[in-house]
């Protein structure tokens, strides 16, 4: 790219940090430590405020860059991901949104712990809810390494590298000193500055195409090489009975992994009443419905007016459709208006990489720290804050992501998220569910639902063709692959509720009764929630 993309892109990426670090730090100086500060932000933001957090912690660069890259390049099959992300809300909101703010004070596993033996719970919740975290974290790290590779020319390695540290660095320094309730204002600003620019896109597509839906998609379909399959089922997840199955894989993870996902989860312990979480919930899906609903004109658009082979060109994975498009928007390459809206998208995509990360970054540390801490801990051992052990861990974790990122740089970053949430409706969504709703559920039916549901998907994950065996695998020059599918979530899911029932029924331990009721009453009527 010119300088004048780098040099405004950089300018308005300044621009957003330094907003961002002015809040952290008013935030940080008008806290007063506790852990309800830091993990729920005080219980404070009204409905409105958290719809616009959860739409801004949901909408990540998965979304925005991953999701419109692969309709540019597979057309009908990359709009799995955009329904899919949609629909999943209707689970949350159905199932759990509510009932999790009744029962839970700030993670997952507070839910579960109510009616259950604590610590080999909060074990087993906290490692997975940890691991999602940090595979959610991966594909944010990959797109901003995507993003800046685009703007400096494509060819830097080393400033994909130094920028998937930089956001790293960022991310600890957002969640060490602001916590949650500066997380959550860096994500309502994002969210305001993505549905902003996802709408001038979209309007500056309609208006190239003349208001006629039609004609893109078949101009879409002509520049695609591949005709009308460009604009039916198929063309990614049709070659085979394989590639068919990963397709229902992927839509079993993507509807009900959102459900299972620490960092949304945790959003609703930020209101003061469940009945705020469920409005919250409603404010989110018009925002996220709207929003996805763009990231298919913009698929559309990138691949008419762009063309896949230009996207595949600069990023074979299809992460730059969406600046590439803006680029040929505003007038091309050496024009103002080129430069002035790609660097605008440039920086939104940016921004919308640091606030879900700090999101992310949050949800996992208080894992960490209130669940795995706290229960490993020696009894007789001097107790150190939560607070401190959090933003210990937020250290950590940032380091672990900056590593899994940099290995897995040209994968695609909604693919990325894909996993991601496989692995939240394999481990944490069974467990969730039964918790909620199955009187005779024991500890070990829940200690079995969480690895029996995280262990298979992971160790799927790795030997399937995302780690080795093909050439766009991490590892193409190795093959230890011995499973088809690319989303283990067709068999993992379901090993997860087989795992907790199986667990149920062979367990000597009875269910306490009155334990249930409880946690039934609470969750259904708000008596006694935190």
């Known amino acids: 790219m010119t300088g004048n993309h780098q040099t405004l892109a950089l300018l308005l990426f300044s621009?957003?940090?330094?907003?961002?670090?002015?809040?952290?730090?008013?935030?940080?100086?008008?806290?007063?430590?506790?852990?309800?500060?830091?993990?729920?932000?005080?219980?404070?933001?009204?409905?409105?405020?958290?719809?616009?957090?959860?739409?801004?912690?949901?909408?990540?660069?998965?979304?925005?860059?991953?999701?419109?890259?692969?309709?540019?390049?597979?057309?009908?099959?990359?709009?799995?991901?955009?329904?899919?992300?949609?629909?999943?809300?209707?689970?949350?909101?159905?199932?759990?949104?509510?009932?999790?703010?009744?029962?839970?004070?700030?993670?997952?596993?507070d839910v579960v712990a109510a009616r259950m033996r604590e610590r080999p719970v909060r074990i087993a919740a906290g490692?997975?809810?940890?691991?999602?975290?940090?595979?959610?974290?991966?594909?944010?790290?990959?797109?901003?390494?995507?993003?800046?590779?685009?703007?400096?020319?494509?060819?830097?390695?080393?400033?994909?590298?130094?920028?998937?540290?930089?956001?790293?660095?960022?991310?600890?320094?957002?969640?060490?000193?602001?916590?949650m309730r500066a997380t959550t204002w860096i994500q309502i600003v994002k969210a305001v500055l993505l549905l902003s620019g996802t709408i001038v896109l979209t309007v500056l597509v309609l208006v190239r195409c003349h208001g006629n839906f039609d004609q893109l998609l078949l101009t879409a379909a002509?520049?695609?090489?591949?005709?009308?399959?460009?604009?039916?089922?198929?063309?990614?997840?049709?070659?085979?009975?394989?590639?068919?199955?990963?397709?229902?894989?992927?839509?079993?993870?993507?509807?009900?992994?959102?459900?299972?996902?620490?960092?949304?989860?945790?959003?609703?312990?930020t209101v003061p009443t469940a009945r705020a979480a469920r409005r919250s919930v409603v404010w989110s899906i018009g925002l996220i419905g709207g929003f996805y609903l763009m990231t298919i004109v913009l698929g559309f658009g990138a691949a008419a007016i762009v063309g896949p082979e230009a996207v595949r060109g600069s990023n074979a994975a299809g992460n730059t459709a969406v600046p590439l498009l803006a680029l040929d928007l505003g007038g091309g390459a050496d024009s103002t208006g080129g430069t002035v809206l790609f660097a605008i998208v440039a920086a939104?995509?940016?921004?919308?990489?640091?606030?879900?990360?700090?999101?992310?970054?949050?949800?996992?540390?208080?894992?960490?720290?209130?669940?795995?801490y706290a229960s490993l801990r020696r009894r007789n051992a001097k107790p150190r804050s939560e607070v401190a052990v959090a933003r210990v861990a937020a250290v950590g974790i940032g380091v672990v992501a900056i590593g899994l990122g940099l290995l897995a740089r040209d994968l695609n970053v909604a693919f990325l998220v894909g996993l991601a949430f496989a692995v939240a409706a394999s481990a944490n969504l069974p467990v969730l569910l039964y918790s909620l709703f199955w009187r005779g559920f024991t500890t070990r039916g829940a200690v079995w639902a969480v690895y029996g549901g995280l262990i298979p998907a992971v160790v799927l994950v790795l030997l399937s063709p995302v780690v080795s065996g093909s050439p766009a695998s991490l590892f193409p020059g190795v093959d230890f692959q011995f499973f088809p599918l690319q989303n283990p979530g067709l068999v993992s899911i379901p090993l997860g509720f087989v795992a907790g029932w199986l667990g149920t029924v062979t367990s000597a331990e009875v269910a306490d009764e009155a334990k249930h009721a409880e946690t039934e009453v609470r969750s259904l009527t708000g008596a006694g929630a935190a």
């Open 222 to 269: 002509e520049r695609s090489g591949h005709g009308e399959k460009f604009l039916a089922p198929g063309l990614k997840y049709g070659e085979d009975w394989t590639a068919r199955f990963d397709f229902i894989s992927l839509g079993l993870a993507l509807v009900l992994g959102t459900a299972g996902l620490p960092h949304i989860l945790s959003r609703f312990y």
């Open 15 to 109: 621009a957003f940090v330094a907003v961002t670090l002015g809040i952290t730090t008013w935030v940080s100086r008008n806290r007063h430590g506790s852990a309800e500060e830091f993990y729920a932000g005080g219980r404070l933001f009204s409905p409105m405020e958290n719809g616009f957090a959860i739409a801004g912690d949901y909408m990540s660069a998965a979304s925005f860059l991953g999701i419109s890259g692969l309709i540019a390049l597979f057309g009908y099959d990359g709009m799995l991901y955009s329904v899919g992300f949609l629909v999943a809300w209707l689970v949350v909101l159905f199932l759990v949104a509510e009932l999790v703010r009744n029962c839970g004070r700030f993670t997952l596993a």
């Open 127 to 179: 490692t997975s809810s940890v691991t999602v975290s940090v595979l959610y974290l991966v594909a944010q790290m990959v797109g901003a390494g995507s993003l800046v590779a685009l703007l400096l020319g494509g060819t830097s390695e080393a400033a994909q590298t130094w920028t998937v540290i930089g956001v790293g660095a960022l991310m600890v320094i957002y969640v060490s000193l602001g916590g």
């Open 348 to 372: 939104i995509a940016f921004a919308t990489i640091l606030a879900v990360v700090a999101g992310i970054t949050l949800a996992s540390s208080a894992s960490v720290a209130h669940d795995l």
